[in-house]
């Protein structure tokens, strides 16, 4: 699934919305340390009071949220598992009685609980809807009536949240005009913050893809991987944030440990053309980059020396695979921070190459060039050049 596909499904998460059918939710309460099943029931979604369903809406909504690669993972299920979540979930798909598809979704609730201890209450929450996406749009002019032609899916969510114990507080009763403790003390759903999740089938261009899932973890960069391999039966993953460190390493391993601006500017902005080039091509797939693509972006880069044996070589020690590939989007970070006891600078890393590191009269000096006047507090700096010192002596480059 791409970002597209997944802000698709995320936007029909609204109220009587035709393209988005909630038929059931299933909720399920669980205790903590003891991983107890308390409570669970099921209900058509449309008996909920209508606050309640926006309150799930919002949930559902916020589970789906965040970037690929970072909180949203699109994993590929392992072969050959026996008895596997993503059996259970395509049966699930195409099971009619509610009984036996609480059954299925109550096996998935023990392999969660199975090897995590929550200290606080949790409720897991399951719907099972029909996603309806317009593939063509009926031709207003053509006396056939009807509307327009859509595809329909079947599609399983789930979200885990903890549940928050309520705090003692003093109210003011207006009947009796009186202050007093709060009585109601019921466990609250925390909807707002959704622990982890997931949506099966994954979906490509509107086409439901069985043999993947969408995984959501609840913090960035964070997935929690012994619910990717135990609970879900998926292969592993690499987050964005493994894909750019490894790739900064293999790097340090070709160049060395010191580069000029230009060159890491210039490495991120043809990484940068190579993304741009996949998107217009309109590939179903993310751009990848292998060690070849490695090497020709350093030639183009400026970087001397630089060969496939020696390429290989350090993708062979930093990934421990010279054949892995990167996702291209992921190495090119929106910002980049330089950090000195003076200041600090945020640039993207296209400007990067307007910033050069130099010595100046035997100290180290950050030369940021720019096409402006530079005003602080108003008023215009004066400028001065490298031989202007006031006191008679000379400084140059």
Same mark, same amino acid.
């Given at each position: ?6 802000? =698709? ?20 309460? #669980?205790?903590?340390?003891? &991983? ?5 029931? @099921? $209900? ?8 309640? $369903? ?6 559902f909504?916020?589970?789906?949220a ?16 026996? &008895? ?7 049966? !699930? ?20 609980? /199975? +090897? ?16 309806r ?11 056939? %009536? ?7 899916s079947?599609?399983?969510? @789930?979200?885990? &949240? ?22 109601e ?20 261009? =509107? /086409? ?7 995984? /959501?973890? %609840?913090?960035? =960069? ?7 391999a135990? #609970?879900?039966? @998926?292969?592993?993953i690499?987050? /964005?944030?493994?894909?750019?460190? !490894?790739?900064?390493? *293999?790097?340090k391993?070709? *160049? !060395? ?44 880069? !400026? ?9 290989? +070589?350090?993708?062979?020690s ?5 054949r ?5 989007? &992921? ?67």
């Amino acid at each position: 699934m791409n970002k597209k596909d997944i802000a =698709n499904i995320r936007k029909q998460f609204k109220l009587n919305n035709q393209y988005l059918n909630i038929k059931e939710i299933f909720n399920v309460y #669980v205790k903590k340390e003891s &991983n107890e099943i308390y409570h669970h029931i @099921c $209900q058509p979604f449309e008996l909920l009071e209508q606050e309640a $369903q926006e309150l799930f809406l919002d949930n559902f909504k916020k589970t789906l949220a965040g970037q690929l690669d970072t909180k949203l993972f699109e994993l590929k299920f392992q072969h050959g598992v026996e &008895n596997s979540t993503r059996d259970l979930l395509y049966d !699930g798909l195409q099971i009619e009685d509610t009984e036996d598809w609480i059954e299925q979704m109550l096996q998935i609730v023990e392999r969660m609980y /199975a +090897h995590k201890v929550y200290e606080f209450d949790t409720v897991v929450t399951f719907i099972r809807a029909e996603y309806r996406k317009p593939t063509r749009k009926r031709d207003p002019e053509s006396e056939v %009536g009807g509307s327009d032609e859509v595809y329909f899916s079947p599609l399983i969510l @789930c979200t885990l &949240n903890k549940i928050d114990q309520p705090k003692k507080t003093l109210v003011f009763d207006y009947i009796e005009r009186t202050f007093k403790s709060n009585t109601e003390l019921d466990p609250v759903i925390n909807l707002t913050a959704p622990l982890t999740g997931f949506l099966f089938p994954a979906f490509t261009d =509107n /086409a439901a893809d069985v043999n993947h899932i969408l995984y /959501a973890s %609840g913090k960035a =960069n964070e997935p929690s991987y012994t619910f990717i391999a135990d #609970v879900l039966n @998926c292969e592993d993953i690499m987050t /964005a944030e493994d894909d750019k460190i !490894g790739f900064e390493m *293999i790097l340090k391993n070709v *160049i !060395g440990e010191k580069v000029e601006s230009e060159v890491i500017s210039n490495v991120y902005e043809e990484i940068d053309r190579f993304v741009q080039e996949k998107e217009e091509e309109e590939e179903s797939e993310p751009p990848m980059i292998n060690y070849q693509d490695v090497e020709r972006i350093l030639k183009v880069s !400026g970087v001397e020396n630089v060969d496939t044996e020696k390429v290989e +070589h350090a993708f062979k020690s930093v990934i421990d695979d010279e054949r892995h590939e990167f996702k291209a989007i &992921n190495l090119v970070p929106k910002s980049i921070k330089i950090n000195t006891k003076v200041a600090d600078l945020k640039l993207s890393p296209k400007e990067l190459k307007y910033v050069k590191y130099i010595m100046y009269q035997g100290k180290r000096c950050l030369l940021l060039e720019i096409d402006e006047d530079v005003v602080v507090e108003g008023l215009t700096l004066e400028t001065k050049n490298p031989g202007d010192q006031g006191d008679g002596s000379t400084g140059s480059f």
